[in-house]
């Protein structure tokens, strides 16, 4: 039986990878004539309290609010490099939340038919300390996952 991809779901974090998963995602759609779902999640330090006011010019907002915002102008600026912006097949949405928690959730809730991510690849000690959220993902997503490194070289 050959798979049919209606609905595919994009998680970046802004990097080459992301930009290259994105990349196959597009491509994708427009094979099965299907749409991209663009999702960032974000969670604040776990050293800082997301409540925690900080100063942003003369304007004062929690801290939360502030990466929220940013995150939002990056996703501006990621789909406009993607040319993205304007194209139905794409949606997007910024989350707060753990990543890989997020993106399981959003994958469930949303009946998508493939999740296509980037990965950094990472391995040894960086692997250990920073995990990996495209690894959990893997393990625990419920529809198939395309995992995208990095591209070697600059694009």
């Not at 974090?13 to 759609?29: I, R, V």
Request: aromatic share 10%.
């Amino acid at each position: 039986m050959i798979p049919t991809f209606r609905r595919i779901l994009a998680p970046i974090d802004f990097s080459a990878a992301s930009a290259a998963a994105a990349s196959y995602a597009a491509e994708l759609a427009k094979g099965f004539g299907a749409k991209v779902h663009v999702l960032h999640a974000w969670e604040a330090p776990v050293y800082l309290r997301p409540d925690l006011t900080v100063w942003s010019g003369e304007v004062s907002a929690t801290l939360g609010d502030e990466i929220r915002h940013s995150a939002e102008r990056a996703m501006l600026e990621f789909f406009e490099k993607m040319k993205f912006e304007g194209d139905p097949s794409f949606t997007h949405e910024v989350r707060q939340g753990t990543p890989y928690k997020t993106i399981l959730a959003v994958a469930e809730a949303g009946s998508f038919d493939l999740l296509v991510m980037g990965t950094h690849g990472r391995t040894g000690l960086s692997h250990a300390l920073l995990g990996s959220v495209a690894e959990k993902v893997v393990r625990h997503a419920t529809c198939p996952v395309l995992t995208v490194r990095a591209p070697a070289y600059p694009a």
